[in-house]
């Protein structure tokens, strides 16, 4: 199938939803948010952006692949400045190798991962995942890999290793030639990419022995490369240490963003993000363990939730501000492509993504037509689009050829 699209103006306004972890009295480790990038070339250098701000005090883990046996990683950073160790790896088969990154405590707020490469390294595969719950000082525990060349539709493991805590993350990855198509039965899949890596994982309750295995795909006999890492939960917070909201002035402003606010309440500490309905709030300045300025971002005319966010958790004040309707001209983005030349296909199904090669996330669906139209384009946006058939037995086709859009400004 080959994309064509059209740009067109209109009147709209869009309110996007935002994933946030709510504080508890006792820690509780949940995935948070997933991103990941596949170039399809030689590069020394990769860039990957969560589509979401982060959590302040949660952890990143950063997998690294890529398809030769020479290459190595250099360092991994991203642009708010947290600090990257080495969880395991790297690990080298045949043409592959993989190594698992993580930084702990992170900082709140938007933020891109780099990875670079010592030289150009072939088709890297990065895939970086966000987790709340673990440990902020020491929260690496154990890891093991393994690698293998096996048949079709096998699943492989990547050996064994010992806890030494109750409630455990354990992260799995695996890279190969052929491609995964599903997590172990006790795993969540959280992603596997345009290439066919894998990153799953599980939350075990007690101290034990465990390995990650994932399943090859129909792709003939399969090099491959297989790890598991298991990261301990936090101590647990009290709720007098949360931050807590009691009033933001003033209390409505243009949906255009820029107004100054003044938040007040209490356990505000350096280093705290704000958030306006999911949105990152500009200018923040603590001024003191109850009181801080920020200024609000751009938003659809809503009435929103306002959230501090820090180590110790979440302090959100429900409908604390209200976006007034401003005019605001927005676009849209129209798709078409040509019908698949397999019989019995049932529909379409449409994927966007910010960053070239993926992650795609599903945006929609088609059913006896060959377009969509996308409205939750934000001007001056750069998007990634691809679809996919899917057939009368519920199988999909893989992704399209990649269509660019640059939405105009304003």
Known sequence: MRLSMCLTCAVLLVTTGIFSAQAASSTSIAFVQVAAATPQSHVSSVKVSYSRPQNGGDLNIVVVGWNDASASVRSVSDSQGNTYQLGTGPLRGTALTQSIYYAKNIKGGGNTVIVTFNQSAAFPDIRILEYKGLSTTAPLDTSTGTHGRSGPNTAVSSGSAATTSANEL?????ITNGGFIKAGSSFASEVI???GSIAENEIVPAKGTYAAIASLGNWGTQNWVMQMVG???GLATTESAVPKITSV????GSSNGGTSVTITGSNFTSGATVTFGGMPGSNVKILNSTSITATTPAHSAAVVNVAVTE??????LSNGFTYAQTSTIQHKVVLSWHASSTASIKNYKV????????????IGSTAGTLSYTDQTVTSGATYYYVTAAI???GLQSGYSNQIVVTVPSP
Do not use: E, W
């Open 311 to 316: 180590s110790q958790g979440i302090g959100t």
């Open 193 to 195: 990419t345009h290439d």
């Open 249 to 252: 002035l003033p209390t409505s």
């Open 351 to 362: 994927y966007r993504s910010t960053v070239s090669g993926g992650y795609y996330g599903l």
């Open 231 to 233: 990261f301990k939960a």
């Open 391 to 393: 057939n009368a037995q």
């Open 170 to 174: 354990i992260i799995g990855a695996g």
